[in-house]
Protein backbone atom coordinates (compact mmCIF):
# COMPACT_ATOMS: atom_id res chain seq x y z
CA UNK A 1 0.00 0.00 0.00
CA UNK A 2 3.45 2.80 0.93
CA UNK A 3 4.53 1.66 -2.51
CA UNK A 4 0.97 2.72 -4.15
CA UNK A 5 0.14 5.58 -2.25
CA UNK A 6 4.28 6.86 -3.12
CA UNK A 7 3.29 6.24 -6.78
CA UNK A 8 -0.46 8.45 -6.51
CA UNK A 9 1.91 10.91 -5.16
CA UNK A 10 4.58 10.91 -7.60
CA UNK A 11 2.45 11.12 -10.53
CA UNK A 12 0.08 13.47 -9.16
CA UNK A 13 2.79 15.68 -8.77
CA UNK A 14 4.13 15.25 -12.31
CA UNK A 15 0.94 16.19 -13.57
CA UNK A 16 0.68 19.64 -11.63
CA UNK A 17 4.53 20.32 -12.59
CA UNK A 18 3.85 19.25 -16.01
CA UNK A 19 0.59 21.42 -16.14
CA UNK A 20 1.99 24.02 -14.59
CA UNK A 21 5.30 23.85 -17.24
CA UNK A 22 2.80 24.02 -20.22
CA UNK A 23 0.34 26.91 -18.15
CA UNK A 24 3.63 28.96 -18.74
CA UNK A 25 5.10 27.91 -21.90
CA UNK A 26 1.64 27.24 -23.87
CA UNK A 27 0.89 30.65 -24.23
CA UNK A 28 4.14 32.35 -24.69
CA UNK A 29 4.52 30.11 -27.53
CA UNK A 30 1.47 31.89 -28.74
CA UNK A 31 2.44 35.20 -28.40
CA UNK A 32 6.19 35.41 -27.12
CA UNK A 33 8.48 36.65 -30.12
CA UNK A 34 12.71 36.04 -29.43
CA UNK A 35 14.20 38.62 -30.75
CA UNK A 36 17.64 36.60 -30.44
CA UNK A 37 16.91 35.18 -33.19
CA UNK A 38 16.75 38.38 -35.45
CA UNK A 39 20.04 39.56 -33.38
CA UNK A 40 21.95 36.19 -34.30
CA UNK A 41 20.85 36.09 -37.84
CA UNK A 42 21.74 40.19 -37.89
CA UNK A 43 25.48 38.64 -36.70
CA UNK A 44 25.76 36.47 -39.38
CA UNK A 45 26.29 38.73 -42.80
CA UNK A 46 24.06 37.86 -45.47
CA UNK A 47 21.18 36.52 -43.59
CA UNK A 48 19.89 39.85 -43.51
CA UNK A 49 18.98 41.93 -45.95
CA UNK A 50 21.11 45.46 -46.37
CA UNK A 51 19.74 48.17 -48.20
CA UNK A 52 23.37 48.55 -49.42
CA UNK A 53 23.15 45.19 -51.26
CA UNK A 54 20.43 46.55 -53.19
CA UNK A 55 21.81 49.77 -53.98
CA UNK A 56 19.32 52.17 -52.07
CA UNK A 57 19.73 54.52 -49.11
CA UNK A 58 17.49 53.55 -45.98
CA UNK A 59 16.87 56.09 -42.91
CA UNK A 60 16.25 54.92 -39.52
CA UNK A 61 12.79 56.07 -38.26
CA UNK A 62 12.05 55.70 -34.39
CA UNK A 63 8.78 56.09 -33.03
CA UNK A 64 6.79 55.39 -29.78
CA UNK A 65 4.00 53.29 -28.74
CA UNK A 66 1.13 54.24 -26.78
CA UNK A 67 2.52 51.99 -24.06
CA UNK A 68 6.12 53.33 -24.03
CA UNK A 69 8.04 51.09 -26.60
CA UNK A 70 10.47 52.21 -28.74
CA UNK A 71 9.99 51.08 -32.45
CA UNK A 72 11.89 51.60 -35.53
CA UNK A 73 11.41 51.08 -39.04
CA UNK A 74 13.06 52.05 -42.15
CA UNK A 75 12.14 54.43 -44.94
CA UNK A 76 13.51 54.17 -48.51
CA UNK A 77 12.41 57.14 -50.80
CA UNK A 78 12.64 57.14 -54.43
CA UNK A 79 15.77 59.98 -56.00
CA UNK A 80 12.84 62.09 -57.45
CA UNK A 81 11.01 64.16 -54.51
CA UNK A 82 7.62 64.27 -56.30
CA UNK A 83 5.90 61.15 -55.06
CA UNK A 84 2.79 59.29 -55.48
CA UNK A 85 2.36 58.11 -51.99
CA UNK A 86 4.22 56.37 -49.10
CA UNK A 87 3.68 52.64 -48.93
CA UNK A 88 4.07 51.00 -45.34
CA UNK A 89 5.04 47.40 -45.39
CA UNK A 90 4.06 45.18 -42.47
CA UNK A 91 5.87 41.53 -42.03
CA UNK A 92 4.60 38.96 -40.46
CA UNK A 93 4.93 36.65 -37.37
CA UNK A 94 8.30 36.08 -36.47
CA UNK A 95 9.73 38.08 -39.69
CA UNK A 96 11.34 41.59 -40.09
CA UNK A 97 11.51 44.45 -41.62
CA UNK A 98 14.29 43.72 -43.71
CA UNK A 99 12.76 41.55 -45.55
CA UNK A 100 11.15 43.74 -47.71
CA UNK A 101 14.47 45.81 -48.91
CA UNK A 102 14.78 43.44 -52.13
CA UNK A 103 11.61 45.05 -53.92
CA UNK A 104 12.20 48.49 -52.33
CA UNK A 105 13.65 49.84 -54.99
CA UNK A 106 10.79 48.34 -57.34
CA UNK A 107 8.20 50.34 -55.31
CA UNK A 108 10.46 53.43 -55.68
CA UNK A 109 10.55 52.87 -59.17
CA UNK A 110 7.04 52.87 -59.38
CA UNK A 111 6.61 56.54 -57.80
CA UNK A 112 6.80 55.47 -53.84
CA UNK A 113 8.29 56.30 -50.88
CA UNK A 114 8.78 52.91 -48.61
CA UNK A 115 8.23 52.74 -45.27
CA UNK A 116 9.61 48.85 -43.02
CA UNK A 117 8.54 48.65 -39.08
CA UNK A 118 9.75 46.29 -37.61
CA UNK A 119 6.37 45.39 -35.38
CA UNK A 120 6.37 45.37 -31.52
CA UNK A 121 8.81 42.17 -30.36
CA UNK A 122 10.26 41.99 -33.89
CA UNK A 123 13.69 42.94 -35.30
CA UNK A 124 14.85 45.75 -33.33
CA UNK A 125 11.81 47.40 -31.76
CA UNK A 126 11.28 46.59 -28.42
CA UNK A 127 8.50 44.52 -26.15
CA UNK A 128 8.20 40.70 -25.76
CA UNK A 129 4.48 40.21 -26.48
CA UNK A 130 3.32 39.77 -29.95
CA UNK A 131 -1.05 40.91 -29.70
CA UNK A 132 -1.98 39.87 -32.92
CA UNK A 133 -2.81 43.52 -34.13
CA UNK A 134 -4.39 44.18 -31.00
CA UNK A 135 -1.86 46.79 -29.77
CA UNK A 136 -0.27 46.86 -32.99
CA UNK A 137 -3.04 48.91 -34.76
CA UNK A 138 -1.94 51.63 -32.57
CA UNK A 139 1.48 51.31 -33.23
CA UNK A 140 0.57 51.97 -37.28
CA UNK A 141 -0.55 55.23 -36.03
CA UNK A 142 1.84 56.09 -33.82
CA UNK A 143 4.32 55.29 -36.93
CA UNK A 144 1.89 57.65 -39.12
CA UNK A 145 1.81 60.63 -37.02
CA UNK A 146 5.91 60.51 -36.93
CA UNK A 147 5.93 60.21 -40.43
CA UNK A 148 3.64 63.48 -40.92
CA UNK A 149 6.77 65.70 -38.83
CA UNK A 150 8.93 64.63 -41.61
CA UNK A 151 9.84 66.21 -44.49
CA UNK A 152 8.60 65.40 -48.41
CA UNK A 153 6.77 62.70 -47.41
CA UNK A 154 3.80 62.17 -49.18
CA UNK A 155 0.65 61.74 -46.94
CA UNK A 156 -1.24 59.26 -49.34
CA UNK A 157 -0.27 56.43 -46.96
CA UNK A 158 -0.97 52.75 -48.57
CA UNK A 159 -0.66 49.79 -46.20
CA UNK A 160 0.32 46.32 -47.66
CA UNK A 161 0.60 43.51 -44.94
CA UNK A 162 1.39 39.60 -45.37
CA UNK A 163 -0.38 37.32 -42.90
CA UNK A 164 0.51 38.54 -39.81
CA UNK A 165 1.09 42.05 -41.09
CA UNK A 166 -2.18 42.00 -43.07
CA UNK A 167 -4.05 41.12 -39.87
CA UNK A 168 -2.32 44.22 -38.36
CA UNK A 169 -3.01 45.90 -41.62
CA UNK A 170 -6.62 45.60 -41.53
CA UNK A 171 -6.95 46.60 -37.72
CA UNK A 172 -5.18 49.59 -38.42
CA UNK A 173 -7.01 50.60 -41.38
CA UNK A 174 -10.12 50.07 -39.59
CA UNK A 175 -9.09 52.77 -37.09
CA UNK A 176 -6.85 55.15 -38.92
CA UNK A 177 -8.40 56.56 -42.21
CA UNK A 178 -5.46 58.48 -42.84
CA UNK A 179 -4.63 55.23 -44.64
CA UNK A 180 -5.90 55.38 -47.81
CA UNK A 181 -5.72 51.75 -49.67
CA UNK A 182 -4.72 48.61 -47.86
CA UNK A 183 -3.14 45.64 -49.85
CA UNK A 184 -3.98 42.15 -47.87
CA UNK A 185 -2.33 38.86 -48.49
CA UNK A 186 -3.29 35.89 -47.27
CA UNK A 187 -3.92 36.87 -43.69
CA UNK A 188 -6.26 34.97 -40.51
CA UNK A 189 -10.10 36.11 -39.75
CA UNK A 190 -10.20 35.93 -35.84
CA UNK A 191 -7.37 34.96 -33.43
CA UNK A 192 -9.03 32.57 -31.45
CA UNK A 193 -9.73 30.78 -34.57
CA UNK A 194 -5.75 30.66 -36.13
CA UNK A 195 -4.43 29.92 -32.63
CA UNK A 196 -6.45 26.31 -32.82
CA UNK A 197 -5.74 26.00 -35.91
CA UNK A 198 -2.23 26.62 -35.69
CA UNK A 199 -2.07 24.19 -32.88
CA UNK A 200 -4.08 21.77 -34.54
CA UNK A 201 -1.39 21.57 -37.56
CA UNK A 202 1.66 21.41 -34.93
CA UNK A 203 0.16 18.86 -32.22
CA UNK A 204 -1.21 17.18 -34.79
CA UNK A 205 -5.32 16.74 -33.03
CA UNK A 206 -7.56 19.17 -32.03
CA UNK A 207 -6.86 19.74 -27.87
CA UNK A 208 -10.01 22.30 -27.97
CA UNK A 209 -10.26 23.29 -24.18
CA UNK A 210 -6.77 23.35 -23.61
CA UNK A 211 -5.59 25.75 -26.47
CA UNK A 212 -8.44 27.86 -24.88
CA UNK A 213 -7.19 27.87 -21.76
CA UNK A 214 -3.61 28.80 -23.55
CA UNK A 215 -5.24 31.88 -25.24
CA UNK A 216 -6.81 33.21 -22.00
CA UNK A 217 -3.60 33.39 -20.50
CA UNK A 218 -2.15 34.83 -23.33
CA UNK A 219 -4.44 37.66 -22.98
CA UNK A 220 -3.48 38.49 -19.43
CA UNK A 221 0.55 37.64 -20.55
CA UNK A 222 0.53 40.30 -23.37
CA UNK A 223 -2.47 42.49 -21.91
CA UNK A 224 -5.47 42.26 -24.49
CA UNK A 225 -8.34 41.03 -25.84
CA UNK A 226 -8.81 38.07 -27.82
CA UNK A 227 -12.44 39.12 -28.83
CA UNK A 228 -11.25 42.47 -29.94
CA UNK A 229 -8.77 41.10 -32.23
CA UNK A 230 -10.72 39.70 -35.03
CA UNK A 231 -9.71 41.18 -38.02
CA UNK A 232 -13.27 39.99 -40.09
CA UNK A 233 -14.96 42.18 -37.60
CA UNK A 234 -12.42 45.56 -38.55
CA UNK A 235 -13.43 44.94 -42.22
CA UNK A 236 -16.61 45.89 -41.69
CA UNK A 237 -15.06 49.15 -40.64
CA UNK A 238 -13.14 49.62 -43.43
CA UNK A 239 -14.50 51.73 -46.48
CA UNK A 240 -10.93 52.24 -48.36
CA UNK A 241 -10.03 50.18 -51.66
CA UNK A 242 -8.54 47.05 -50.74
CA UNK A 243 -6.97 44.49 -52.63
CA UNK A 244 -7.19 41.01 -51.01
CA UNK A 245 -4.96 38.13 -52.06
CA UNK A 246 -4.77 34.87 -50.97
CA UNK A 247 -3.06 31.33 -52.34
CA UNK A 248 -5.25 28.31 -53.20
CA UNK A 249 -3.08 26.26 -51.66
CA UNK A 250 -2.39 27.94 -48.34
CA UNK A 251 -2.52 25.47 -45.85
CA UNK A 252 -1.59 27.79 -42.76
CA UNK A 253 -4.37 30.24 -43.20
CA UNK A 254 -7.35 29.02 -44.69
CA UNK A 255 -8.64 31.06 -48.16
CA UNK A 256 -11.98 30.64 -46.27
CA UNK A 257 -10.31 33.00 -43.72
CA UNK A 258 -9.65 35.64 -46.45
CA UNK A 259 -12.83 35.63 -48.21
CA UNK A 260 -14.79 35.85 -45.05
CA UNK A 261 -12.58 39.52 -44.45
CA UNK A 262 -13.61 40.35 -47.67
CA UNK A 263 -17.09 39.87 -47.44
CA UNK A 264 -17.30 41.90 -44.67
CA UNK A 265 -15.12 44.95 -46.22
CA UNK A 266 -17.45 47.99 -45.94
CA UNK A 267 -15.19 49.15 -48.97
CA UNK A 268 -17.03 50.26 -52.51
CA UNK A 269 -13.40 49.54 -53.85
CA UNK A 270 -12.71 46.26 -53.30
CA UNK A 271 -10.83 43.08 -55.45
CA UNK A 272 -10.25 39.12 -54.04
CA UNK A 273 -7.72 37.54 -56.32
CA UNK A 274 -7.47 33.64 -55.75
CA UNK A 275 -3.67 33.16 -56.51
CA UNK A 276 -3.58 29.74 -58.38
CA UNK A 277 -1.14 27.65 -57.03
CA UNK A 278 0.72 29.73 -54.28
CA UNK A 279 0.92 28.76 -50.63
CA UNK A 280 1.33 30.92 -47.62
CA UNK A 281 4.89 32.28 -48.09
CA UNK A 282 5.28 32.18 -51.99
CA UNK A 283 2.58 35.00 -53.17
CA UNK A 284 4.97 37.35 -54.45
CA UNK A 285 6.90 34.19 -56.46
CA UNK A 286 4.11 32.35 -58.09
CA UNK A 287 2.51 35.70 -58.80
CA UNK A 288 6.02 37.55 -60.15
CA UNK A 289 5.89 40.51 -62.32
CA UNK A 290 1.94 39.89 -63.25
CA UNK A 291 0.68 40.13 -59.64
CA UNK A 292 3.31 43.08 -58.96
CA UNK A 293 1.71 45.14 -61.78
CA UNK A 294 -1.57 43.83 -60.47
CA UNK A 295 -1.21 45.74 -57.41
CA UNK A 296 0.51 48.83 -59.06
CA UNK A 297 -2.78 48.92 -61.04
CA UNK A 298 -4.94 49.12 -57.91
CA UNK A 299 -3.00 51.55 -56.42
CA UNK A 300 -2.91 53.89 -59.36
CA UNK A 301 -6.63 53.38 -60.48
CA UNK A 302 -7.67 54.26 -56.88
CA UNK A 303 -5.04 57.16 -56.42
CA UNK A 304 -8.32 59.99 -57.64
CA UNK A 305 -10.17 58.07 -54.28
CA UNK A 306 -7.22 60.12 -51.70
Known sequence: MKTTHKIVITLTLLLIIGFCF?????PRMIIEVNNLVYKSRNSNKGVIQQATDYQV???????????????????IRPDSLKTKGTIIMVHGIRAYKERFIPISKQ????????????????????????????????????LIDTLNTMPNINQNYIIWGHSLGAAVSLQA??????????????????YRQIVHDYSRHTLGFEAGALIDY????????????????IPANAAKQINQPVLM????KDKRIKIEYGQQNFKNLASQQKRFIMLDGANHLNVWQVGGDHYFNTVFKFIEENLDNF
Open 107 to 142: INDSGYNVVMPDLRAHGESEGQYCTFGNKEKFDISA
Open 214 to 229: FIWLSENIGDFKADET
Open 22 to 26: ASYIG
Open 245 to 248: VHGT
Open 173 to 190: MAIDKRIKLGIIESTFSD
Open 57 to 75: KAESIYFHSSDGLKLKALL
